[in-house]
């Protein structure tokens, strides 16, 4: 940075306004603050009373409004140097600005940030809220982590019986919580996937779902899978009367299937997983091909079905 060079290529009467910021680095910004107070004070936005007259008739004659103001990456030290002294000479109402734009990690991770903002009514709005928490990096640092998030995204469907995916659900954990989300990107795809629209359609997530998607966001972005919880033995049952239902277990990274049983009529079979892994059953089809295959798919853990017996199982009755 040319901090003091671009000083002093500055006109001298700029020069003259007040000290360079790098002369006082930790308190620079109070002066920017205080501008801002100002033109906010200035340019409020225009509300018509009962004759039809705006309340600011400088905002009304140049259709300039400021609605809100904000800092960006500020933590509880810089936030309180904002309070202002009791002489100065804007409204006591502005003591604290509207809006924080920080990184997400700062709303995880940041207690005592989170708490001063609801404290005085400031609005988090977070950044980096996909490709900080959700990359191949942070799949493969926490794979428990990645499959608690696949599970609640397993286990919502769009309206067309269109799966959501897993940026889609943070996004939606994260407008739950009250945030205003950035998700940036360069994908014309992505910004539709990702859009108002499209996370507004996501289902509501349940309270369960909720704490799901924290764990996996903590985990993922500290690197650190929480401890393994004991395995889920799963019970799937063949309900039908004739035909043979055909297990596989489901690889949610690559989408691959693999085969563990064939179960005939009446019978079951229990298999030891773990919460957040998927399994198929495919019923009907046959060689000339003269029946339509038929496709299940289950999460362990889910919300597919009963939440399971005294033994720790999670019972999936099949029928189609």
Sequence with gaps: MRCEEEEEELPEDSRQLGLPPHLHPNTAFVHSWSA????????????????????????????????????SNFDVNDLQKLQPSPSAPVSSSLAHPHILQGNI?????????ISYCQTHSIHFQAYNVINGIYNSNTRQRAPRS?????????????PGVQH???????????TMKGLSVIPRTTSSSHLEEN???SI??????????????????????EGRDPA????????????????????????VSTGEEKRIAAVAAGEEVVQNSWPGHVFVVYAGGDERGGEEVRRKEF??????????????????????
């Design 299 to 320: 999460v362990i853990g889910g919300g597919d079905e009963g939440e399971g017996e005294s033994g720790g199982y999670q019972n999936f009755h099949v029928e189609f």
């Design 200 to 221: 507004v359609a996501v289902p509501v997530l349940s309270h369960k779902q909720e704490q799901s998607v924290r764990t996996a966001i903590r985990g993922l972005m």
């Design 36 to 71: 801002l107070q100002v033109l906010y004070e200035k340019y409020q936005p225009t509300t018509n009373n009962n004759n039809g007259s705006g309340n600011n008739s400088k905002a009304s004659t140049t259709n300039i409004s400021i609605a809100s103001i904000g800092v």
């Design 164 to 174: 959501v995916t897993a940026s889609q659900v943070l996004l939606k954990y994260l």
């Design 195 to 197: 859009g108002m629209d």
């Design 105 to 113: 990690w700062s709303y995880l991770f940041d207690p005592n940030l």
């Design 228 to 251: 393994p919880t004991p395995p889920n033995a799963a019970r799937f049952v063949n309900g039908m009367v004739e035909e043979v239902m055909h297990l596989f277990w489901k690889d």
């Design 146 to 158: 990645a499959a608690m998030l696949h599970s609640v995204t397993a286990a919502l469907v769009l």
